[in-house]
């Protein structure tokens, strides 16, 4: 039995409304990701990927439908309630930890994700046995360092702490957003081989992001291509395994009869 | 030679402790304002009113008959409140913080004089009431003021230790990650801005009976000196113990940073400078501190010096540059 952890329902979003900018990011979009689903999303510049991420996230109200997390209905709910749910993992490493605060201390805020936040000690004695040992996965050496500043750590570093952060209470539904984009390609794939650890161990319901067209094909069960607001393409299953980047970019084309002819696409191939 | 014939130093020796314990009220002001500049990163200029609205509130009432002590704790209440108006016309109306600060305490002066039955100053004499803290009785002003700065620094210290204080300290650092771990950022905000304007009300109220009287204008330019007090506190608390400064240490020199402004303050008025320069030298003093750390940043990587080394691998012929050596 698997249950639908994430429910898209004719989402819509339209950016400065009314205006000489006004774009229409989303156009009706639905979208049902069961549990354990691991969907890659790709798509040329200002195709919607990270649009559809930040509606989920709750960055900004949907103008129409609605979004469920777990069952959950969140349409109305701010990101920082939303956040109870859903783990994030942004693009920018500097985005995901607090550089000010110990290695430990953002894991323990990371913790009380969802819980009420009172006077109790910030940083408990069996929790830091706990992190140790999470950190140890990441193979980085972080369980020696657990009192430095985030600060300290380089990017690829800090990406790996995020993504430990997101899921170190198991979130319902996990957030990627071009979260390996910024790093070099060496430590890009640490961090993409930590993910596939962390979902596949912990057999989490993941969206990821990706400009890389080969990284879409290779990771995840399920790849979703956007165009212009709109899901052009959804591939799951045994089509989706024996997916090439060639096929890709024709069932594009045959999608929106239209050439795939973004030059970050190209390049990345 | 006439100049430092005038000089008494006897006169300085003997000034030295009214300007200590003075100089411990401007501390515990400081941690206040410490709060929202460091932990929080916003700049609050509400404590410029906040600070006489705790002098106020503590004069009227000890005047109206409360027990000082009480009064203070009324001062903090009312402080919380001034903070708490600042917070949501920054969280929830989307002022920017400092323009909130500024209508806070533009607001707050009228509050102050309509407190003090609207009259510019209100008078509270240390023989008819047995204060907290007076000037007229010195020794005793400094133990209370160290053993206050002593209180507040302990209940910070553990309150950032929870898991509130941590989120609050979350907020400041970086407001993006601490939405993504759910954590509500405006009412942390907010609950930071009463807090450390709470410490400052605390503070002014401290400050009116120390000096046995609350005026109008005693919270004018409080911000700028919090702000050195802060500065001068750090500075000197990283170059005595550089890396082993926690932030029991920090909270600390923060706290001392206040008396050593004062002290300050305290020798420029005996050597005759004209006191109405104090604040021009005081944020004189700011400005240069807030700017070394930038400029020394940029000593190090600035177009200035890129075109320096451009200039002197050119004069070697340009090989070095080829290369990419370094200097």
């Not at chain 2, 702000?227 to 113990?241: D, R, Y």
Request: aromatic share 6%; glycine share 10%; net charge positive.
């Amino acid at each position: 039995m698997s249950a639908a952890m994430l429910e898209l329902r004719h989402i819509s979003k339209t950016f400065n409304p009314g205006t000489i900018n006004e774009k229409r990011a989303l156009c009706g979009v639905d979208l049902v990701l069961e549990e354990g689903d691991f969907v890659t999303v790709i798509g040329g510049n200002g195709a919607g990927k990270s649009t559809v991420l930040n509606a989920i996230a709750g960055v900004w109200p949907v103008d129409e439908g609605s979004i469920l997390v777990g069952g959950i209905d969140v349409t109305g709910l701010p990101d920082y309630k939303r956040a109870a749910l859903i783990g994030r993992v942004f693009q920018d490493p500097m985005t995901g930890t607090a550089a000010t605060m110990q290695i430990e201390e953002n894991l323990a805020l990371a913790a009380r994700r969802g819980k009420r936040r009172g006077l109790r000690w910030g940083v408990t004695r069996a929790e830091r046995e706990e992190y140790r040992e999470r950190l140890r996965i990441l193979e980085l050496g972080l369980e020696e360092r657990m009192t430095a500043k985030v600060g300290l750590l380089s990017g690829g570093q800090r990406q790996a702490l995020t993504l430990l952060m997101a899921t170190l209470r198991k979130p319902k539904l996990l957030l990627l957003d071009e979260h390996t984009a910024a790093l070099d390609p060496k430590t890009a794939e640490k961090v993409l081989n930590a993910t596939e650890k962390v979902v596949g161990q912990e057999h989490l319901t993941t969206l990821m992001i990706t400009h890389n067209m080969r990284d879409a094909i290779h990771h995840g069960n399920r790849l979703i291509m956007m165009n212009e607001g709109k899901i052009a393409l959804d591939i799951r299953g045994e089509e989706k395994k024996n997916l090439t980047v060639e096929d890709l970019l024709h069932k594009f084309s045959v999608a929106t009869e239209e050439e795939f002819s973004n030059d970050q696409a190209l390049l990345s191939r | 030679m006439g100049y430092f014939a005038s000089l008494n130093p006897a006169t300085l020796l003997s000034s030295m402790p009214a300007g200590i314990a003075q100089g411990l009220i401007w501390g515990v002001m400081a941690l206040g304002v410490y709060i929202t500049f460091r932990l929080l990163d916003i700049a609050d200029l509400s404590v410029d009113g906040s600070f006489t609205t705790g002098g106020a509130v503590a004069v009227m009432l000890i005047l109206a008959g409360w027990n000082p002590w009480a009064a203070l704790l009324a001062s903090l209440v009312v402080g919380l409140l001034c903070g708490t108006a600042t917070g949501i016309l920054h969280t929830l109306l989307g002022i920017p913080a400092i323009l909130a600060g500024i209508l806070t305490q533009f607001a707050l002066y009228s509050i102050n004089l309509a407190i003090m039955g609207m009259k510019a100053n209100q008078a509270v004499s240390v023989d008819k009431f047995s204060l907290s803290i007076s000037s007229r009785r010195v020794p005793p002003a400094i133990a209370t003021g160290v053993l206050l700065i002593f209180v507040i620094i302990c209940i910070l210290y553990i309150y950032f230790g929870t898991e509130s204080g941590s989120a609050m300290r979350a907020t400041g650092c970086n407001p993006e990650m601490s939405k993504a771990q759910g954590i509500n950022i405006g009412f942390m905000k907010i609950l930071g801005l009463a807090i450390s304007n709470g410490v400052v009300a605390y503070a002014g109220g401290l400050m009116a009976q120390f000096q046995g009287f609350a005026d109008i204008n005693m919270g004018r330019g409080a911000i700028v000196i919090g702000l050195a007090a802060v500065i001068i506190g750090e500075v000197l608390g990283e170059a005595l113990l550089g890396k082993y400064l926690n932030f029991f240490g920090r909270l600390s020199f923060v706290a001392l940073g206040g008396v050593i402004y004062y002290l300050v303050v305290v020798l420029v008025l005996w050597m005759k400078l004209n006191s109405n320069y104090l604040k021009l030298l005081t944020a004189v003093v700011v400005a240069v501190f807030l700017a070394v750390p930038y400029l020394r940043s940029h000593s190090k990587a600035s177009f200035k010096r890129a075109e320096k080394n451009a200039r002197r691998a050119d004069g070697k012929g340009g090989r070095s540059a080829e290369k990419g050596e370094e200097p």
